[in-house]
């Protein structure tokens, strides 16, 4: 007789069975010859068994469904962490165990308002019964929340009135999100401003803040400040038209535990680098700007004195300092004349060999540096300076440029194997007397110490 899983019975209901049994290797076996049955009655026994076996399989799995009732809160608790708020809705009403987990203050702490407009939307159109709902019962919960939003401006509009109901909140981190524009540059400003103050006055605690493409403005950060100064460690800001240099210095001022800040180029003067290199301020730890042309050929950018980023750096020493550039090339000319402590460099769009020269001339804490695109000239030159004078670059990437395999080669053997990402596209690559495609891997990963090839084009 084919032996039964344990795990298909419950061992209990033997307990009275005249029939001997023995366990071997985690299965439960029956010996029907210590009976002395005949041939027929051990196949109407083997059937018996069998049909006994499968209704009480049955009954244990039925067991196990019902179990699911019987989680315990910090599981349950988990799942619904990662459900949409209409999936925990549903799922509250299951049993009266998941809608206390439901209702857990643990579960309101952390949460992202999604809003896409109008099919798929949850929050405005479909469900706004159960927002009332949430934000009367949970919004002295909510600390770490997030709108994501599509280009619509109802999308917009709706996270709105979400914020300007949250009057009795302790928000620590706020993000506003846009997965793509304009959506919340449509709404009206005064909307967004009044729904913005509402967070701004309530929390008094806000240390976190994303609202990059917002029409948030002077007057609001001031109310920023004057509630969550002392809290405030991250602000990122970029793509904000209505706030001004003033704004932006009153924000560094006063916020003295400021660790992490993000914003446009236009919003970056000597004055704001000076006044977050003060004593009265924590070291800076990030700074990202983004240098972006509103008006492209005609935009007219300032430079920064090397003092002033001297003072920062002398303040800060292991500040990372990122800037990402959408230029045209002309636009470029007062940049890296005079030596700047950037850190990680990124060009969206072509940039001249005479730019990426100063970079190797000014930028000796460069670490990271990326191209898009330059002309059709080779970069040979240029990339042998920067791997003289920049010691600490570590990663790389060249998309539409030109090098050749000799100039590429001796790039690499200046930096050494402290290069720890090297993505060149195989295009970039230029045969030349000494080298060709199929040497030039095996020499970069000699001086790399590990295998490398260059990035292949995507066929598709």
Known sequence: ?????????????????????????????????????????????????????FFKSMAYRQNATEDWGNLPHHVVLLVFQHLSLVDRARASSVCRRWNEVFHIPDLWRRFEFELNQPATSYLKSTHPELIQQIIKKHAQHLQYVSFKVDSCTESAEAACDILSQLVNCTIKTLGLISTARPSFMNVAKSHFVSALTVVFVNSKSLSSIKIDDTPVDDPSLKVLVANNSDTLKLLKMSSCPHVSPAGILCVADQCHGLRELALNYYLLSDELLLALSTEKHVLLEHLRIDVVSENPGQTQFHSIKKSSWDALVQHSPT???????????????????????????????????????????????????????????????????????????????????????????????????????????????IPDSKYSMEQIHYEVSKHLGRMWFPDMMPTW
């Open 1 to 53: 007789m084919a032996a039964v899983p344990v795990s298909s019975v419950h061992c209990t209901s033997f307990t009275n069975c005249a029939t001997p049994c023995r366990m071997k290797r985690g299965r439960l076996s029956i010996n029907p010859e210590s009976q002395g049955l005949s041939a027929s009655e051990k196949g109407n026994k083997k059937h018996r068994s069998g049909s006994a076996s």
């Open 319 to 429: 500040v990372s300092i990122v800037m990402y550039f959408y230029l045209y090339e002309e636009e470029f000319e007062p940049f890296f004349r005079e030596e700047t402590p950037v850190t990680h460099l990124y060009f969206g769009q072509a940039v001249s060999k005479e730019m990426l020269g100063r970079i190797g001339l000014n930028c000796p804490r460069l670490v990271e540096l990326v191209v898009c695109a330059n002309g059709l000239q080779p970069l040979d030159d240029e990339l042998i300076r920067i791997a003289d004078r920049c010691k600490n670059l570590t990663a790389i990437g060249l998309g539409e440029c030109e090098v050749t395999c000799s100039g590429f080669l001796e790039f690499v053997k200046r930096c050494g194997g402290r290069l720890s990402e090297l993505s060149i596209m195989e295009e970039v690559l």
